[in-house]
């Protein structure tokens, strides 16, 4: 019988002179991933037929030709429907491009830590200041396994990752999708690189 092969950590290490840089890119799902690009067609045709037949509509009100008093209450509906729709593909779509494209940054000095995480270019960074940080470690993993291994969606929803630290009054996760070993070997990197984040 032959060994398993050990894993190679997913995160990229840009060890520059008074800065580590840490990309580390979205976790693919495959379980979930069928589902949701079959279940995104689905959500295309109907967004452009109910879009289609709303703009109609609303067209139709505009130019006389439809009396708006005879589908107010189903207009509504189908506003209040489209509206949500729209909301629940969009959030599944960004979950696929997420997968696909997504990739969190972690910045880290002296003076303080920046993370961004990130769609082609486009999402959310926020920056905390070295002094007010807490406690940075790892934490365990979700311990409902399927629940964390099977979540597709954007993480820049959540405060979620595998690293922790106390900032003020609040405890902020970084490193989505990070294993545990992975979030050990940053961490390691962080504190022996800048002893100010091991209090």
């Known amino acids: 019988m032959s060994y398993v092969i050990p894993s190679t950590a997913r995160y990229t290490l840009d060890?520059?002179?008074?800065?580590?840089?840490?990309?580390?890119?979205?976790?693919k799902h495959w379980a979930s991933l069928p589902f949701m690009s079959i279940w995104l067609i689905f959500w295309a045709v109907a967004e452009i037929g109910v879009g289609g037949g709303l703009i109609a509509g609303l067209v139709g009100i505009l130019t006389g030709d439809v009396n708006p008093a005879n589908g107010v209450c189903p207009g509504l509906f189908m506003i209040v429907w489209f509206t949500i729709w729209t909301l629940g593909g969009t959030s599944v779509l960004l979950s696929v491009l997420w997968q696909f494209m997504g990739v969190e940054t972690i910045r880290v000095n002296q003076n303080d830590?920046?993370?961004?995480?990130?769609?082609?270019?486009?999402?959310?960074?926020?920056?905390?200041?070295a002094q007010y940080m807490r406690g940075l470690r790892v934490v365990p993993s979700d311990p409902y396994l399927?629940?964390?291994?099977?979540?597709?969606?954007?993480?820049?929803?959540?405060?979620?990752?595998?690293?922790?630290f106390d900032y003020g009054?609040?405890?902020?996760?970084?490193?989505?999708?990070?294993?545990?070993?992975?979030?050990?070997?940053?961490?390691?990197?962080?504190?022996?690189?800048?002893?100010?984040?091991?209090?």
């Open 15 to 27: 060890d520059g002179v008074d800065t580590l840089n840490f990309s580390i890119p979205a976790k």
């Open 113 to 129: 830590l920046w993370v961004r995480r990130q769609i082609l270019g486009v999402g959310r960074s926020k920056l905390y200041d």
């Open 146 to 164: 399927f629940r964390r291994r099977q979540n597709p969606y954007p993480q820049w929803f959540f405060n979620s990752g595998t690293l922790a």
């Open 169 to 199: 009054a609040k405890t902020y996760r970084i490193g989505s999708d990070l294993e545990e070993a992975e979030a050990r070997e940053i961490l390691t990197s962080i504190q022996s690189r800048f002893p100010q984040y091991t209090n």
